[in-house]
């Protein structure tokens, strides 16, 4: 392996390190302690759909993560590491489900005030919120594909291993676009509802609002049957 791919795939392999044990101190400083029950507030919060299924969502990630991890460090061969990255693609659908409800999970959580910031205070670091900790999986999950592909893109061409990469590589791809597709698609819904709200506190506006409602709501719907075409 050159010089510049074994870098690659030590950045990849540090980064998912650094990844899963910021993921473990949260799952057991604050998720874990959530399920003892023993105080309305916690009770309270996880009767929350969004919020369990979140959070359940979240622990999935860290197993699947960590699995990954396990293999890519286990790796001793390319054909090892495709191997790796080809049973680690389908674990991406989880972060689709996850980003599904993380927008209404951090709005449910908005709702326990204080309650929720003495919790976080005498569990978390300083700096570090449960909004700010279930929002960077996102923005880690953005980093695997364009580690992966520039690994695989310096493969030297031909042999068996850059074969298996490769198809690695595609079958990686194809569930990134799913996910990618959910990004944009709930970045979408967070558009419409800022906008709903905007019309409900400014009535005076409200017919400017509604046009412009309607309007987001037809691209909306031009969007998913484009993306459906095939």
């Given at each position: 392996?050159?010089?510049?791919?074994?870098?690659?795939?030590?950045?990849?392999?540090?980064?998912?390190?650094?990844?899963?044990?910021?993921?473990?101190?949260?799952?057991?400083?604050?998720?874990?302690?959530?399920?003892?029950?023993?105080?309305?507030?916690?009770?309270?919060?996880?009767?929350?759909a969004?919020?369990?299924?979140?959070?359940?969502?979240?622990v999935?990630?860290?197993?699947?993560?960590?699995?990954?991890?396990?293999?890519?460090?286990?790796?001793?061969?390319?054909?090892?590491?495709?191997?790796?990255?080809?049973?680690?693609?389908?674990?991406?659908?989880?972060?689709?489900?996850?980003?599904?409800?993380?927008?209404?999970?951090?709005?449910?959580?908005?709702?326990?005030?204080?309650?929720?910031?003495?919790?976080?205070?005498g569990?978390?670091?300083?700096?570090?919120s449960?909004?700010?900790?279930?929002?960077?999986?996102?923005?880690?999950?953005?980093?695997?594909?364009?580690?992966?592909?520039?690994?695989?893109?310096?493969?030297?061409?031909?042999?068996?291993?850059?074969?298996?990469?490769t198809?690695?590589?595609?079958?990686?791809?194809?569930?990134?676009?799913?996910?990618?597709?959910?990004?944009?698609?709930?970045?979408?819904?967070?558009?419409?509802?800022?906008?709903?709200?905007?019309?409900k506190?400014?009535?005076?506006h409200?017919?400017?609002?509604?046009?412009?409602?309607?309007?987001?709501?037809?691209?909306?719907?031009?969007?998913?049957?484009?993306?459906?075409?095939?």
């Amino acid at each position: 392996m050159s010089d510049e791919r074994a870098k690659v795939f030590l950045e990849l392999v540090s980064r998912e390190e650094s990844f899963l044990a910021g993921m473990k101190l949260f799952i057991d400083s604050f998720i874990q302690p959530l399920y003892v029950r023993d105080t309305s507030f916690k009770r309270n919060m996880l009767d929350d759909a969004h919020i369990a299924s979140c959070f359940n969502l979240y622990v999935d990630i860290h197993a699947a993560c960590d699995c990954f991890l396990a293999s890519l460090q286990a790796s001793s061969s390319e054909l090892e590491i495709a191997e790796a990255i080809t049973q680690f693609a389908p674990s991406l659908s989880i972060f689709s489900h996850f980003i599904a409800e993380v927008t209404s999970a951090i709005n449910s959580l908005e709702k326990f005030g204080r309650a929720l910031l003495d919790y976080s205070q005498g569990c978390l670091q300083v700096g570090v919120s449960p909004e700010t900790e279930l929002a960077s999986l996102q923005e880690h999950y953005t980093g695997y594909r364009p580690l992966i592909a520039t690994f695989v893109g310096q493969t030297p061409p031909g042999t068996a291993g850059a074969i298996a990469l490769t198809e690695a590589l595609g079958i990686f791809t194809a569930s990134c676009d799913m996910v990618d597709k959910r990004i944009a698609d709930e970045a979408v819904k967070v558009q419409l509802l800022t906008l709903q709200q905007q019309c409900k506190f400014h009535p005076s506006h409200s017919v400017h609002c509604s046009t412009l409602l309607y309007l987001a709501v037809f691209v909306y719907m031009l969007c998913l049957c484009s993306q459906r075409q095939p």
